[in-house]
């Protein structure tokens, strides 16, 4: 059986802090446990009607309670197209990414809704060098040649 992929628009965004680390969350699909861990950057799906900075902006509030106008992320850095499982379905997100700077932030995630309540596990701020050596699953993979 052929399973056709379901299209979705996604803004995520490299957070980094006054230290040039980057935040990134660990999750799991809630569902599907044995997939594993793996670790990713702010952001998600875009609602309808939304540019990618909107959504971005969006994502970051509800994500880490970091307010910040859409212009404020200026134009996306980066953007990739990836096909990957998500509960009992299979997403093509094509993805736009931002990068914001912060002396410092107290990431707050009572924003997260109730899929991301069950899927994220914690959340840590990463520098370079440790990111490097990480034997961890982290995405986007690029994710070491996109910062700056």
Aim: aromatic content about 10%; charged content about 25%.
């Amino acid at each position: 059986m052929t399973v056709v992929p379901q299209a979705r628009r996604a803004a995520r965004v490299l957070l980094l802090d006054g230290r040039d680390r980057v935040l990134l969350f660990q999750g799991r699909d809630p569902v599907h446990a044995h997939r594993g861990q793996w670790w990713f950057t702010p952001g998600g799906g875009l609602d309808v009607g939304e540019t990618p900075a909107q959504g971005a902006a969006r994502e970051l509030r509800e994500e880490t309670g970091l307010v910040v106008d859409p212009a404020a992320l200026g134009e996306a850095v980066h953007h990739r197209v990836t096909t990957f499982p998500w509960g009992d379905v299979v997403y093509e997100q094509s993805e736009d990414y931002f990068v914001l700077r912060v002396d410092s932030h107290e990431v707050d995630t009572s924003g997260f809704d109730d899929v991301e309540t069950a899927a994220v596990i914690g959340h840590r701020w990463w520098d370079r060098s440790d990111l490097a050596a990480t034997g961890e699953r982290y995405y986007p993979r690029e994710l070491l040649e996109l910062l700056p």
